[in-house]
């Protein structure tokens, strides 16, 4: 095939299909085994420094935040992040130092909420460095071709722009049409991390709304980590085996985390906290801030309960599960509000 | 001058949502676009199916969503997908018009929404792409909203994010972009701008009530195709704003 141009970003995340194959057949089992541990354990055994990581969900939607905050309170360093629509999760890790290479789909970002001030300074100050650009359906698209187990997939996108010019695509004279196709190769995380609102204990994962990636995502991932409201008896997951999206042999740990997404959205269960949501991007506008912000919301908690508790309790929980109900409107900042 | 008794942003909202046609789809971000959509939804387009590029595909948007992908862009929505599955419709041309932002545009409607300065040491850092690649790349017509200065109308991009015509009239499928594809309107607090057919660069097409030719030039660093007679866009309509109000009751987009 005639290689008609090539990007000159860093290629993430990839190998060889047939390595990828064997390393599945040697480390992933097959078998239906009890996956449950806590946060700290699932966090111990399967991340590590220099780790190249996604997490399931969309920007603030479904985020496996205690899995994020743990992260954190380990001290990993040195982590590669997929910015694949990363916001919260990646603006969180990059503060705290946890993050210091991002592939940029979206990232740096809360959409109607402002521009990360963390993810950028730590980015114009040389502290995180982009080592690709991306767009969300190249990410997601490179999931899938590793869940294929392909080495590449093509697609119509990013030619003729400089996000193709920093990506690791190539664009290649299609044979059949004799068009130019942007060809991208697949990408496998180390490690995955999802919040789901049930699961059982050997890791058969549903989701409820939209999917986004993460059928796709967690089919690329090497190691996956579901966290979900509750761990279910098997028998709820047979009775509508059409909502798993996750079965158990993808996945390495299974946590019960309730309220595992705060302060992001679990959707049919509780709204965006936009309270905490906007402390943490006042906060994050200095470093004190931001050291402030993680001394009292994940160093200064012993666990993801105590942070719950931190946060507003039960009192602010059943708040958020009413306005995601639509039985309550929710609030808006003042300095939110536009005009 | 009298007192328009509209604010900017309704203004907006409306010129976006009149170039919205009954029976096609739209692809759809947070804020603005939303808004449009939603409001030609209530007007003179209730069969606009409206697709959000995290899955959510015809919903029925109780109150404004956040994000895109927020469970409102999923509410009573014909389905709750995937984004292969939106960004598969979306190359496979089922999607008609797409909504982008904007921190900067050139002449040929490319945009940037990653960096200002050196990529590698930035001067500024925006989020990146997103879907706008996307959407830029694959959706039938693009229609891009943003601010209008010299800073963001600009001659040469320090990096184009997304497509627009890239250098001229065949340059986009040259580059392997599928046909007929491009950046349809773009619309500024100044006036809606439409691509000159056999240039492909950027024509104004309609100023805003009380803006001047002069105002439109001169906040763009490059020239602009001003054609002999430009008319005003039409302000919002009572019913228009009385809409408006129904969308975002808390004016979190469109203001107090």
Redo the contacts between chains.
């Keep these: 095939m005639e290689i008609l141009k090539e990007g000159h970003g860093e290629l993430v995340g990839w190998h060889d299909p047939d390595e990828h194959r064997q390393w599945v057949r040697e480390n992933k089992s097959r078998e239906l085994k009890d996956k449950t541990m806590t946060v700290a354990e699932a966090v111990e055994k399967f991340v590590h420094d220099g780790d190249f990581i996604a997490c399931g969900g969309f920007g603030h939607i479904r985020i496996p935040m205690a899995l994020i905050y743990e992260i954190i309170r380990q001290g990993r360093r040195n982590l590669t992040m997929a910015g694949k629509t990363a916001v919260h999760d990646i603006d969180i890790l990059i503060g705290a130092g946890c993050v210091s290479r991002v592939e940029v789909a979206y990232s740096f970002g809360h959409e109607l909420r402002g521009l990360s001030p963390a993810g950028r300074r730590a980015v114009e100050t040389g502290k995180c460095k982009v080592v690709a650009e991306i767009s969300n359906a190249g990410y997601q698209w490179r999931f899938l071709a590793a869940a294929m187990g392909l080495p590449f997939i093509p697609a119509r996108i990013l030619m003729g722009t400089d996000t193709f010019e920093k990506s690791s695509a190539k664009i290649v004279r299609d044979p059949w049409s004799g068009k130019p196709v942007c060809l991208l190769p697949a990408a496998y995380p180390d490690v995955a991390m999802f919040h789901v609102p049930r699961c059982d204990k050997y890791g058969n994962a549903q989701i409820d709304g939209i999917l986004v990636e993460d059928f796709e995502l967690s089919r690329a991932a090497r190691r996956v980590i579901v966290t979900t409201e509750e761990i279910v008896d098997e028998e709820v997951i047979r009775r509508a085996p059409d909502r798993t999206v996750i079965p158990f042999y993808l996945v390495d740990a299974v946590c019960e985390v309730p309220y595992g997404a705060h302060p992001t959205q679990m959707p049919y269960l509780y709204f965006f906290d936009e309270e905490h949501i906007r402390e943490w991007l006042t906060l994050s506008r200095t470093e004190e801030g931001t050291k402030a912000y993680f001394d009292r919301y994940v160093f200064g908690v012993r666990d993801f309960e105590e942070y719950l508790e931190r946060v507003g309790g039960i009192r602010k929980l059943n708040y958020l599960k009413r306005v995601e109900q639509l039985r309550e409107s929710m609030w808006v900042p003042e300095e939110g509000r536009n005009g | 001058m009298a007192e328009a008794r509209y604010?900017p942003?309704e203004l907006l909202a409306c010129v976006a949502a009149r170039l919205l046609e009954d029976g096609k789809s739209v692809f759809v971000g947070?804020?603005l676009p939303m808004i449009a959509a939603m409001l030609a939804q209530r007007t003179h387009a209730p069969n606009l199916l409206i697709i959000?590029?995290?899955?959510?595909i015809g919903p029925q948007v109780?109150?404004l969503p956040?994000?895109?992908?927020?469970?409102r862009?999923?509410y009573r929505a014909v389905s709750?997908?995937?984004?292969?599955d939106v960004?598969s419709a979306?190359?496979s041309g089922y999607v008609d018009y797409g909504f982008l932002g904007a921190a900067a545009i050139d002449p040929y409607g490319?945009i940037n929404t990653?960096v200002f300065g050196d990529?590698?040491?930035?001067?500024?850092?925006?989020?990146?792409?997103?879907?706008?690649?996307?959407i830029g790349?694959?959706c039938w017509r693009t229609i891009i909203m943003m601010r209008q200065d010299r800073r963001r109308f600009l001659s040469r991009l320090p990096?184009?994010?997304?497509?627009g015509y890239?250098t001229g009239p065949g340059?986009?499928e040259?580059?392997?972009?599928?046909e007929g594809t491009g950046p349809y309107r773009v619309i500024t607090q100044l006036g809606v701008y439409g691509f000159d057919e056999a240039t492909r660069r950027l024509m104004l097409i309609s100023r805003h009530p009380g803006v001047t030719i002069e105002e439109i030039q001169a906040n763009s660093e490059f020239e602009i195709i001003i054609p002999a007679d430009v008319p005003e866009s039409a302000p919002p309509t009572p019913e228009e704003q009385r809409i408006l109000r129904e969308i975002d009751?808390?004016?979190?987009?469109?203001?107090?």
């Design positions: 604010t942003t947070t804020g959000f590029e995290a899955g959510g109780p109150v956040i994000s895109v992908g927020d469970s862009t999923f709750a997908s995937s984004m292969h960004m979306l190359q490319n990653t990529w590698e040491r930035p001067e500024v850092r925006l989020p990146g792409s997103g879907g706008a690649n996307d790349s694959l990096f184009i994010t997304t497509p890239l340059a986009r040259a580059a392997g972009l599928p009751p808390t004016g979190m987009v469109i203001g107090g």
